[in-house]
């Protein structure tokens, strides 16, 4: 099959915390992501995140580590000293745009400083023009999970409206400097994973005495649709371009089967985890669904009329999201999972990776469809791809027929959703170049279309190798055949 859409944007996604490594150096601070250890798993395909584990006290722990444990978040690809490398892999093999973030810690490691820390300010500068140079676009995450872990400990994180002017300063300064080589701006990665890890954004219970968990974590997602709404107001105003996006944690589910029961359960959760983040981006309010889900469980949101006048008048321009997998609900699992609404349950049409992730190419059709008609918005794949443990073979490569058969299945879907009418500009594949994974903290959950010699342990050269995929990108790049 031949892709049509000449103009769309081809691309490769990473992240500070999981890609640049250099974790203290030129002044930068600590984010909680890079405070959790490794720890190698016993089942991959069993949820790892054991949020109770994630006190502050605990976390504070990893600072003077004196178990000498494995920070892998620290270490990452070692980006900060190789992105010439990796953007020329990245041009190499014919990418248009490279989606990336700034670690707001190397920008104001406390938050609260007055002025910009100015080698953090150059490392961009450097990547930036770089990208420029070799003709690459660029969109920009500003949060990508790493809140500075001064703001968590001096301020409480997200539950205190200060560190929301924080943020905007910290935007202010990104668009001073980097406004005219940014081509797309996303203020929040995943903004929807606050509603259930606020620990995630430097916000822990233990900081909040007396205040319910539900309380926490919608207040503190709360403050984060705040603070992208301003920062949405104040980057139309200094750059006066419409080039700013939301970016959420897609969790398209399926009813189990058609008996209208799991239906409406299944009805129920697709509101609550996903409809409700696009709703507020796009829309501006609170859909009355979420109203009523306050009122079940206590939740009183903090705000007032100007701030819910600033979310109403700042909606984004394209919505963005990341795209993995599909997943089930049934009533009988979500009884079984007290109430919980992951809706993550096992779907017999379809094959998983050793994670558990459930591979669905044709969700990606339906998820682009419901998105657009619902919306009308711009949309833009902001994650996408497949993770697998891979070790390089003799001939100094990998040999991922199934990434490519990933690639070839999400690509069709894509060229089907345009061919519905789906307003659809853009895919950036996640882990482009092989990083250390946000779930699992394991570097051998590798989604690369190029393989770095890094194990669990951080042990290794560092080197780049290009795996078949990355062959089989480049031929479609130039070609268009999928
Ligand atoms: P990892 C869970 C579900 C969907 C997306 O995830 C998620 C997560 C968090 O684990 O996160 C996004 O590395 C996120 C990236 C992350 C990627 O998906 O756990 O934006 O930072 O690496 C893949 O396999």
């Given amino acids: 099959m031949k892709f049509t859409k000449k103009d769309f944007l081809w691309g490769g996604a990473t992240a500070a915390n999981q890609f640049e490594g ?6 930068k601070s600590l984010n909680v992501a890079e405070m959790i250890p490794y720890t190698p798993l016993e089942d991959r395909a069993s949820m790892p995140m054991n949020l109770a584990s994630f ?4 976390i504070e722990k990893s600072i003077e580590n004196k178990a000498g444990l494995h920070y892998p978040k620290r270490f990452g690809s070692n980006h900060y000293n190789r992105y010439k490398e990796d953007i020329d892999l990245l041009v190499e093999a014919g990418m248009d745009i490279y989606r990336m973030s700034i670690s707001w810690g190397r920008i104001f490691p406390n938050g609260d400083e007055d002025q910009p820390n100015a ?9 930036f023009n770089y990208c420029k140079s070799k003709g690459i676009k660029v969109m920009t995450t500003m949060h990508h999970f790493d809140t500075p872990y001064p703001i968590g400990k001096k301020y409480g994180g997200w539950m205190n409206k200060q560190v929301i002017d924080m943020f905007v300063k910290y935007a202010k300064t990104l668009f001073t400097e980097f406004g005219d080589v940014v081509d797309y701006w996303l203020p929040f990665n995943e903004i929807n994973i606050s509603s259930f890890a606020p620990m995630m954004s430097a916000t822990f219970p233990e900081d909040h005495p007396g205040v319910s968990y539900d309380q926490l974590r919608f207040q503190t997602l709360h403050n984060q649709f705040i603070a992208q709404a301003k920062v949405v107001a104040l980057g139309h105003e200094m750059l006066g371009k419409k080039n700013f996006g939301c970016m959420v944690a897609n969790m398209t589910s399926y009813p189990i089967d058609c008996n209208p029961v ?8 697709q509101q609550i985890a996903r409809y409700f983040f ?11 669904y979420m109203l009523k889900l306050f009122e079940k469980l206590n939740v009183k949101i903090d705000t007032n009329d100007q701030e819910m006048a600033i979310l109403k008048n700042n909606p984004v321009d394209f919505l963005s999201f990341s795209y993995y997998m599909t997943g089930t609900v049934s009533k009988a699992e979500i009884e079984k999972a007290n109430g919980n609404l992951m809706g993550m349950g096992k779907n017999p049409f379809l094959k998983a990776n050793e994670w558990g992730w459930q591979i669905d190419g044709q969700g990606l059709r339906f998820t682009l469809n419901d998105l657009w008609d619902r919306y009308h918005l711009p949309l833009f794949i902001a994650e996408n791809g497949v ?9 100094k490569t990998v040999e991922d027929d199934y990434r490519i058969d990933y690639m070839k299945e999400h690509f069709v879907a894509i060229q089907d959703a345009l061919d519905d009418g789906v307003n659809v500009f853009g895919y950036t594949m996640w882990g482009v170049i092989d990083l250390v994974s946000a779930g699992t903290n394991e570097m051998s959950k590798r989604y690369g279309l190029v393989y770095v010699d890094y194990d669990d342990y951080h042990k290794g050269t560092g080197d780049r190798f290009k795996k078949k995929s990355f062959t089989w990108f480049k031929k479609f790049k130039e070609s268009g055949e999928i």
């Fill in 22 to 27: 250099e974790y203290n150096k030129d002044g």
């Fill in 55 to 58: 006190t502050r006290a605990n």
């Fill in 119 to 127: 080698k953090g300010l150059e490392f961009y500068h450097n990547l």
């Fill in 262 to 269: 799991n239906v409406i359960e299944w009805q129920k959760q």
């Fill in 278 to 288: 696009f709703d507020m981006v796009a829309k501006g309010e609170y859909p009355t």
């Fill in 387 to 395: 993770g697998h443990d891979e070790k390089l073979n003799d001939q």
